[in-house]
């Protein structure tokens, strides 16, 4: 017999945990009353690059938002005889208006601030802002 290692053992328990919320939710939504609305955020992810570009990331979340607004605007300007597409689910962009915080509780642990989690602190998007996705209860059809 084998002892799992603290690694094996912390990625079944965030895999347990992560379950566990997902079922609960799903069991939470199945049976709420219909006549409550219930609105949910998911945190979006991106690409190796845009995560590590920190606060410089903002611009691109700008541009990203200006080219769907203007793509929107185009589609119904132009008098086709297609219905346009639906909407993208609401972005929203969190600042985290005291990103010392972040590195003040990873110091606290002196053992696990390695290089690498310093850099990951300094230069990750998620130490200044978050981009979240807006997500509806969808009615279940019986």
Request: proline share 5%.
């Amino acid at each position: 017999m084998t002892l799992a290692t603290s690694a094996e053992l912390n990625s079944s328990l965030v895999l347990l945990l992560a379950c566990r919320l997902f079922f609960s939710l799903s069991s939470f939504l199945s049976h709420h009353s219909s006549s409550e609305r219930v609105i949910g955020y998911s945190l979006v992810s991106l690409g190796l690059l845009r995560k590590y570009l920190g606060l410089a990331d903002g611009l691109f979340f700008w541009l990203d938002e200006w080219r769907a607004n203007s793509a929107q605007k185009q589609q119904q300007s132009s008098r086709s005889a297609t219905p346009p597409p639906p909407p993208p689910a609401a972005l929203t962009l969190v600042w985290c208006l005291a990103p010392g915080v972040n590195h003040a509780a990873m110091s606290a642990h002196a053992s696990q601030f390695v290089w690498y989690r310093r850099l990951f602190v300094l230069f990750s998007r998620y130490s200044y802002f978050n981009t979240l996705q807006r997500i509806d209860a969808v009615q279940q059809t019986e």
